[in-house]
């Protein structure tokens, strides 16, 4: 199966939803006993899914340090949340991809946007698809990121590599997407953000 960039732009949303983010998904759809009530306000973020653009493309994943107080050692976007200087959300994802790999904004085209999505932290996130031109260098910020690989786009789009999972969490078992590529396991909102973006592709081959 291959995909093509010219298939990837045709089914993003073009422009972001409008704030306040208003999700279409969440970490409660496959949970949703667990949902709050009433729903909470959430905190603006977002991240990025960088596609690099390579003869068959590639997605680049963070594996997050495991120093971090929080999700350690899992493989995410690079991403966080909006900062009151970022101009916009799409700011915001291109100011930590820098922040974590060393990749600038200047490799880095935005090709469109997926729905919103609301974790389980609290967090609203804007997924903000970039293509990444190769010829970038790596430069790791050793806080945050232990390292980062690379998924081939075709894969991921593929219907069966995706999974469902049951995993413990405070106290109750949670079910989760999640892919897993050689050794590297993906899952939770990461994972749930590729299903997204899966079904918006896995019929442009």
Do not use: K
Not at 8 to 22: F, G, T
Not at 107 to 113: D, E, H, K, W
Not at 170 to 193: D, K, N, P
Request: one cysteine or more.
């Amino acid at each position: 199966m291959s995909i093509t960039l010219e298939a990837l732009h045709a089914r993003l949303l073009p422009e972001p939803p409008a704030l306040p983010l208003a999700p279409e998904r969440s970490d409660y759809d496959l949970n949703p006993s667990v949902r709050p009530d009433p729903p909470r306000r959430l905190v603006p973020a977002a991240v990025l899914i960088p596609v690099v653009e390579r003869r068959e493309p590639t997605v680049l994943f963070t594996r997050r340090s495991e120093l971090l107080p929080r999700h350690a050692g899992q493989v995410s976007f690079p991403g966080g949340c909006a900062h009151e200087e970022d101009a916009s959300l799409v700011a915001t994802a291109l100011r930590e991809m820098e922040e974590e790999t060393g990749i600038g904004a200047e490799f880095v085209s935005v090709a469109g946007f997926l729905g919103a999505y609301e974790t389980v932290t609290g967090y609203a996130v804007l997924p903000v698809v970039g293509l990444v031109r190769e010829g970038f260098r790596l430069a790791l910020n050793a806080g945050e990121v232990d390292g980062v690989f690379e998924v081939p786009l075709a894969y991921l789009v593929a219907p069966g590599s995706r999974q469902e999972h049951r995993l413990e969490w405070r106290g109750g078992m949670r079910r989760v997407y999640a892919f897993q590529y050689e050794t590297h396991y993906i899952w939770g909102a990461t994972a749930a953000i590729l299903v997204d973006l899966a079904g918006r592709l896995h019929d442009a081959a």
